[in-house]
T-cell receptor, first 116, second 114 residues
Framework: DTGVSQDPRHKITKRGQNVTFRCDPI?????LYWYRQTLGQGPEFLTY????????KSRLLSDRFSAERPKGSFSTLEIQRTEQGDSAMYLC??????????????FGPGTRLTVL | KNQVEQSPQSLIILEGKNCTLQ??????????LRWYKQDTGRGPVSLTI?????NTKSNGRYTATLDADTKQSSLHITASQLSDSASYIC?????????????FGSGTRLLVRP
């Protein structure tokens, strides 16, 4: 395992459908993050996990969004009743559980969601 | 409000030339500043991380500077290559409550032409 992987890389769906994305972090990284990135913008924080515990959720994460990390390894991000405004790149990142603020986040390649 | 602003928004240079990208931030309390490179359709990759006490750090042809007094950073790319074409994102880490938050800039899109 040499990096963070995400699946699928691309997803096209119709408005109103549910979608689920998967993220596999770097082995032994305790922290896992989800971000959303729209065209021409930097990533925006959605939520993060330490092991299986979801410790923080952004206001961007409406009740249509849910994230899980049931065994503290891979994570899923589900969007229910998708809207066209959900079209974006969804990035996952992981980091080791080090003290202090210098823990580096390693990003996956992202899942590009297009809602028609 | 915690913000990270980058300039220029986009830049075109010829292969072999140097360029400098700028980042201004209004983030407090400051923990560290990072520069990421993001190729089109890929996730960001870290280039440098600098703390308050560091004012320059190099990674190959990339050199980042930090002026914590004026809250400015720059990323200098030397002898550009076609593979340098990407977005460069400035990210500031802030200590908030018991955790650290990353605040991302919108990026500078660099195109290196032959």
């Amino acid at each position: 395992d040499t990096g963070v992987s995400q699946d699928p890389r691309h997803k096209i769906t119709k408005r109103g459908q549910n979608v689920t994305f998967r993220c596999d972090p770097i082995s032994e990284h305790n922290r896992l993050y989800w971000y959303r990135q729209t065209l021409g913008q930097g990533p925006e924080f959605l939520t993060y996990f330490q092991n299986e515990a979801q410790l923080e959720k952004s206001r961007l994460l409406s009740d249509r969004f849910s994230a899980e990390r049931p065994k503290g390894s891979f994570s899923t991000l589900e969007i229910q009743r998708t809207e066209q405004g959900d079209s974006a790149m969804y990035l996952c990142a992981s980091s080791p559980d080090l003290a202090g603020g210098l823990r580096e986040q390693f990003f996956g390649p992202g899942t590009r969601l297009t809602v028609l | 409000k915690n913000q990270v602003e980058q300039s220029p928004q986009s830049l075109i240079i010829l292969e072999g030339k140097n360029c400098t990208l700028q980042c201004n931030y209004t983030v407090s309390p400051f923990s560290n500043l990072r520069w990421y490179k993001q190729d089109t359709g890929r996730g960001p990759v870290s280039l440098t991380i600098m703390t308050f006490s560091e004012n320059t750090k190099s990674n190959g042809r990339y050199t980042a500077t930090l002026d914590a007094d004026t809250k400015q950073s720059s990323l200098h790319i030397t002898a550009s290559q076609l593979s340098d074409s990407a977005s460069y994102i400035c990210v500031v880490s802030a200590r908030m409550d018991s955790s650290y938050k990353l605040i991302f800039g919108s990026g500078t899109r660099l195109l290196v032409r032959p």
